[in-house]
């Protein structure tokens, strides 16, 4: 046998050598990922589920909150009133006042009468006018309030969210059991 003869028969028996022991080692490896099969389906089974009832839960979730409301309103507008009532005077009032005074068959004297209203003295009177109001009011208080997160713009995002993990959690549950 020629001394290339030879070097060629060393290099294909150790390419066969070598052959068998990869696919040794493949084997090998293929034998323990098929025992663990099992522990890694219903490992991923475990997280996709997980996975699939939090966005139920958070589709279902409510925010509970109360929102201080602390601040001044403007307000502006005109107030009519228009009512009667009792004043009382708080001062004697002196009144002088025109009168004409009837004599019968005789005639009239015109003159002037002179009197005081006494303090504690009530009148009748009547209140007819318009007020302008311009104020600020404050308005001080604590709302609660609750958010329910699917009903207000969350419920498409997790229908999407579920759209995604429900076709691989079921791609997971066909894989057969070893």
Known sequence: MSRRQSVWNAIKNMSIIMSLVVNVILIVVVVVLLSQL???????????????????????????????????????????????????????????IPATF???????????VSLALPQGTTLPVRINLTVPVSSEIPVVFSQPVAIPLGERGLGPVIAQLRGVTQPLLQLIQSIPAP
């Open 38 to 96: 099992s522990n890694i389906k219903a490992t991923l089974e475990g997280v996709f589920n997980q996975l699939d009832t939090a966005f139920v839960s958070l589709g279902a979730a409510v925010i509970h909150d109360n929102i201080y409301i602390d601040q001044r309103v403007p307000v502006q507008f005109d107030l009519t009133v228009d009512q009667t009532g009792e004043a009382l005077i708080t001062q004697s009032v002196p009144l002088s």
């Open 102 to 112: 009837s004599l019968g068959s005789f005639g009239t004297i015109n003159g002037i």
